[in-house]
Nanobody, 122 residues
Framework: QLQLVESGGGLVQPGGSLRLSCAASGDTLENYAIVWFRQAPGKEREGVSC????????NYKDSVKGRFTISRDSAKNTVYLQMNSLKPEDTAVYYCAASSRTLCYYGSQEYWGQGTQVTVSS
């Protein structure tokens, strides 16, 4: 049973950076496509970025392209989301999720982490 734990959230000023971590146990993350979702208060959850199972191909929501980078460290069994040039509209709870699909998929996922709060404010 795969278990996911996010960390790295916090309060940051506009223009700042954070790196979120999604650490896995119980299985190797290379067996899964990993998606970062976020949910802001009063809004629907949205997919932000994804890294496909093995291979490392990635994709991003248009609003974060050029600012966010998803990566996987197989030795640490961890997926990261590097977030630069943060904006107030990036404020949300960020979740990582895993699917055994090969390709990236922003629909239903098999495993979820508990989420980490990111607040961008001056």
């Amino acid at each position: 049973q795969l278990q996911l734990v996010e960390s790295g959230g916090g309060l940051v000023q506009p223009g700042g950076s954070l790196r979120l971590s999604c650490a896995a146990s119980g299985d190797t993350l290379e067996n899964y496509a990993i998606v970062w979702f976020r949910q802001a208060p009063g809004k629907e959850r949205e997919g932000v970025s994804c890294i496909r199972k093995s291979g490392g191909s990635t994709n991003y929501k248009d609003s974060v392209k050029g600012r966010f980078t998803i990566s996987r460290d197989s030795a640490k069994n961890t997926v990261y989301l590097q977030m630069n040039s943060l904006k107030p509209e990036d404020t949300a709870v960020y979740y990582c999720a895993a699917s055994s699909r090969t390709l990236c998929y922003y629909g239903s996922q098999e495993y979820w982490g508990q989420g980490t709060q990111v607040t961008v404010s001056s």
